[in-house]
């Protein structure tokens, strides 16, 4: 199974509940055009259905080639229309070197693509120190900075 076929699958999966509305967002919008939020759908009659707001992330795996980072980028882009809204870079933190995933993620940045990185989950002060440099829209676990790192991302506002 493809990424493409995968993601296919999950939209189709998701259209087709029908216990809830199933709303996914559609990052060609424009901020005026943006989703209400509304939890219910009044269907009329008294009658009203819970309504769900799906965003997804695309995931580049720390296994991966640059060329399959960069197809994950681009599927990103392709379905922004059908939920996707950024892109994540997880996985083994020991596998993998940052060089490799870097192209896709200047690409994904180039784009207008949200990134959320996996950072500091084993101490790799090179890895770290490029990964704050980059400036992702969001960090995930940052649990093995020193204190220059520490300050680093506290001046940089990056939610984590």
Known sequence: ?????????VVKGLKSVEDVDVVLFDSNLRNDEKLSC???TDLGDDTKRKRIYVRLLLS?????TT?????TVNLA??????GVIGIDL?????????????PALEHAKELGIPTT??????PNRKEIQAMLDFCPQRLGHVCCLDDEEWK????SMIPV
């Open 117 to 122: 990185i996996h950072c500091g989950e084993v």
């Open 77 to 82: 882009m392709e379905m922004k229309d059908q």
């Open 152 to 155: 680093k991302l506290k001046s």
């Open 60 to 64: 580049i795996d720390c296994r991966e």
């Open 38 to 40: 509304t939890p219910m």
């Open 1 to 9: 199974m493809t990424k493409r076929s995968y993601m296919n699958a």
């Open 90 to 102: 997880s996985g083994n933190p020991v596998v993998g070197e940052w060089e490799t995933y870097l």
């Open 67 to 71: 060329s399959a980072a960069l197809d």
